[in-house]
């Protein structure tokens, strides 16, 4: 791969780097634009064609912890708990709130071919499944057993994972459990399928899915990674 170019995306001589790193949240609208926002008051919006910055976006509510966009819509998630829906069409950008997670969102993600559903899960395990056309909860659930802050949905399918004490927890994202995967049953480096027993070890700590197919990848405090699917060896 060849670096064609690279550049200050968050901060500049108006906005000092912070003290300590900040992890920025970024989305991109095809090949057209970089959106990435962090600690700082706005959300800068880049033009990747021009590689120049197009305009910023207000966010005072604290620093950005997940972003996801849907045609002209941006979701934005901020510490103070909340989701802010932007609409980029309109001149002032329109932005509309849902009510409050309890802790900051950790992920956000519009359903497949619906830009009327927005899902999102907060560090604290609940989840809210939202109407943007009026910002509010159609369904409310809570994760039981989050150990950690770390959950992922996938972009596709309606599946929303988590990592439990013991296991990874896959939920559908009306809150119903599907599977309970885990890999102490199974040797290093070997994939296995989605539903194996419940273990005592080895906990996860991270958790991804596949952009569009049923595949889960898991991290363990052992520093190993293991792939989940919904089939083994074309069993």
Not at 73 to 85: S, Y
Not at 137 to 159: G, Y
Request: charged share 25%; hydrophobic share 40%; net charge negative.
């Amino acid at each position: 791969p060849t670096l064609i170019n690279a550049w200050q995306a968050l901060y500049d001589h108006e906005t000092p780097t912070p003290p300590k790193p900040v992890n920025p949240v970024m989305t991109t609208i095809g090949n057209r634009k970089l959106l990435v926002g962090g600690d700082t008051k706005h959300i800068r919006c880049w033009d990747l064609n021009e590689e120049v910055l197009s305009e910023d976006l207000p966010s005072d509510h604290g620093t950005i912890t997940a972003m996801t966009h849907h045609g002209h819509n941006l979701a934005v998630g901020a510490a103070d708990g909340t989701v802010r829906l932007y609409d980029l069409r309109a001149p002032n950008k329109v932005v509309t709130a849902a009510p409050k997670h309890t802790k900051p969102p950790k992920v956000i993600s519009f359903r497949p071919g619906d830009e009327h559903t927005l899902v999102s899960v907060c560090a604290a395990g609940s989840v809210h499944v939202v109407d943007t056309r009026k910002m509010t909860p159609v369904k409310t659930w809570s994760i039981r057993e989050l150990a950690l802050p770390e959950v992922a949905i996938h972009e596709r399918l309606d599946l929303v994972a988590a990592c439990s004490v013991e296991v990874v927890e896959v939920y559908t994202v009306e809150g119903k459990e599907v599977a309970r995967v885990d890999r102490n049953d199974v040797g290093e480096g070997v994939p296995i399928g989605v539903g194996a027993a419940v273990g005592k070890k080895r906990p996860p700590t991270c958790v991804a899915f596949h952009a569009t197919e049923l595949l889960m990848c898991a991290g363990y405090k052992d520093n190993m990674a293991v792939l989940f699917g919904e089939k083994v060896g074309g069993e």
